[in-house]
């Protein structure tokens, strides 16, 4: 079916998208302050652009906590895209340089040590709300 739409040939298999996705998770948890910006960045614009849709100022106040509330949820959705191209550029690396068979045993390794960071780092954050 992809086949049919696409005029050229896409072949990725289930190893490189799993991979992918592994690679994608471990950036996300290790650079998780960078994702929350992400995230507040998109949804503040998305809240910028759909406020040119409304002509009238008591439309667009009255209708405020729906949008808002789903331009977090689209927001959070989009977050991901940077972090998947940032991981199959990883997985790519990784099987450059280390070889195919190699690419899902280091991913599963970086997610284990980014959930294992953040963990620490919440904790830290934790401790020092409690001082």
């Known amino acids: 079916m992809l086949s049919a739409l696409l005029p050229f040939q896409l072949h990725l298999d289930s190893a490189t998208l799993a991979s992918i996705g592994l690679w994608s998770l471990a950036l ?4 998780s302050p960078i994702s929350h ?11 910028a652009a759909e406020r040119l849709f409304y002509v009238s100022a008591e439309e667009f106040e009255r ?3 729906h949008r808002e509330s789903q331009n977090a949820l689209y927001a ?7 972090f998947l191209v940032a991981g199959s550029l990883c997985n790519y690396a990784i099987e450059v340089g280390l070889g195919r068979s190699w ?19 919440r904790d830290g954050e934790a401790s020092k709300e409690k001082n």
């Open 63 to 65: 209708t405020r906590p």
């Open 37 to 47: 910006w992400v995230i507040e960045q998109l949804s503040r614009w998305l809240d």
């Open 103 to 121: 690419a899902i045993s280091v991913g599963i390794l970086a997610c284990m040590g980014s959930g294992v960071y953040e963990l620490g780092r």
């Open 28 to 31: 996300y948890l290790g650079f």
């Open 76 to 82: 959070s959705l989009f977050s991901i895209v940077p």
